[in-house]
């Protein structure tokens, strides 16, 4: 008995003794050639015609929900459990003088492999990315 004991005791340990995952940083900050309205209107936009739900922060921010993989109210099944992917966006919109704002765009992108397997943080594919973000933004802008 003191031996299962301490057997499930040093599993214990080394199951929490793990590193904390490290943050992989898809992200792009840029200076774009608009005023800070026009901007932000854009981001709201491409955002909301990807699929995000887009909710607001500070002035400055622009946060987002889990995208939206169907319009179904079978949705939050697919995020939680059956998905095997899903991402969100965080944007930071300043200004840099009147007629230019900064824009940085992060995205927060998991996957998984099976039903009951834990979301894991890994690179965005390149039709997820936060490059493919910023090109819609300057789409609507009219700056390509």
Known sequence: MPIT????VALLITGCASTPPTRLDNSIN??????LDQVKTALVSVLSTDGY???AGSDDDVMTGYRRESDGWWDWLLKSRFGVERSKVEATVSPESLDTTRLRISITYEAKDHLWST???TTPPPHRGAALQLRSVK?????L
């Open 139 to 143: 789409k609507a802008l009219g700056l």
């Open 119 to 121: 979301w894991q943080e």
């Open 30 to 35: 840029t200076v774009l050639a608009a005023p």
């Open 53 to 55: 739900p887009v909710r």
């Open 5 to 8: 004991v301490l057997l499930w």
